[in-house]
């Protein structure tokens, strides 16, 4: 099946043809007729299968389609994510999807100053994406109005009751119209969950897909201890040593890719970042100049990188251990394609380990510890047992943030996680 066979707009099909997707995921050939047809939806689906393509073309399709305009009164789609990351996330795939369109989006979270989302709330967008805290404040300031929402989607659901967020997401329910087409995305559904689905979903399909999970054997993998201060040392000191082929490297922010960027730069090796701040054209030059060579590393955030394909990339790193374990199996999943061997290699700093431990649970199975780099932090204990519960930042790893280690001699060592 092809993204053309689901009845979407050629606007649509142009974004996603521009940024290489071409195959809906099991999720999305479920979802998105389901919810063109006007149902409610309660999915279980984890991250990386697609969940975000899944409902947001169809509202937008939705959205395109509809000759109803009462004037400007509020979003008429509001999507509710648990965390600043995934609501960030959310959106720029959102602003990929619109990108032919004249639909406008916005998203809004905590632990930031509300004056710039403020400003773009006046801006009108059809679409807002929004953390429950920060949306009850904007709320409770009058700042927007939910009353012309027709289309609702709770995304995660599972890790906002998790959070303790269900009862703000019922108070804001309450302030939108009875009237509409609700979506719930869970990984799980614990019986509280199936609760809030029964009392706001109508009649609604239900949706189920697998989760993504295991990682090919012709990758090689290995984890390299490292404290945050010493990163980019090290993706030096290992890019340096690939005399053939290119390498992806994956950061998990867009202000992280540029500066991987700059400081590779610095050590003399060229490369290029992407991610949702470049323009289409730069994306797509970027990837060129990596397909041919001209540039040695492309630096991509999780956003970016969708839809790229790469012919016998030998090398991927993990800059930054991904805080969704299925992000890892999709990320690595760029090399060892069509049966070509490849390897993925992944820095973890003391304060990532738990994104390990998650990484290693999903998969099931332990990867290898490489010790025999400059760039090894002083106490590798934590990284040799799977702790009974989360790590916290380790001292170690807080007296070592901000100041380089000195290189030390090669060992032999080799350890499992």
Known sequence: ????????????????????????????????????????????????????????????????????????????ALVLAPTRELAIQIDENIAVYVSRTRIKHAVIFGGVSAVSQIAMLRKRPDILVATPGRLLDLLNQKVLSLQQV??????????????????????????????????????????????????ILNNPQRIAVAPVSSTVDTIQQAIYPVVKA?????????????KDGNVLVFSRTKHGADKIVRKLAKANISAAAIH???????????LKSFKDGTIKVLVATDIAARGIDIDRLQLVINFDLPNEPETYVHRIGRTGRAGESGRAWSFCDPEELEYLWQITKLIKQRLP?????????????????????????????????????????????????
């Not at 689906?45 to 073309?57: D, E, H, I, N, R």
């Not at 869970?186 to 009392?199: C, F, G």
């Not at 010493?230 to 690939?242: A, P, Y």
């Not at 380790?394 to 499992?416: L, Y």
């Open 150 to 199: 027709r289309f609702l989607v709770l995304d995660e659901a599972d890790r906002m009751l998790d959070m303790g967020f269900i009862k703000d997401i019922r108070t804001i329910i309450g302030k939108i119209p009875e009237k509409r087409q609700t979506m719930l995305f869970s990984a799980t559904m614990p019986s509280e969950i199936e609760n809030l689905a029964n009392a």
């Open 276 to 286: 949702g701040n470049k323009s289409q054209q730069a994306r797509q030059k970027a």
């Open 1 to 76: 099946m092809q993204f053309t066979s689901l009845n979407l707009s050629g606007p649509l099909l142009e974004a996603l043809e521009s940024a290489g997707y071409h195959t809906p995921t099991p999720i999305q050939q479920q979802a998105i007729p389901t919810i063109l047809q006007h149902h409610d939806v309660l999915a279980c689906a984890q991250t990386g299968t697609g969940k975000t393509a899944a409902f947001s073309l169809p509202i937008i399709e939705q959205l395109l389609t509809s000759k109803t305009d009462t004037g400007f009164q509020g979003p008429k």
């Open 369 to 417: 510890l490489v010790e025999d780099h400059p760039f090894i932090p002083d106490n590798l204990v934590d990284y040799r047992h799977e702790p009974a519960r989360p790590v916290p930042p380790s001292s170690a790893a807080k007296s070592n943030r901000n100041k380089k280690k000195r290189r030390r001699p090669h060992s032999n060592h080799r350890a499992a996680v």
């Open 230 to 242: 010493n990163k980019v040392e090290l993706l030096s000191h290992l890019v340096h040593g690939e």
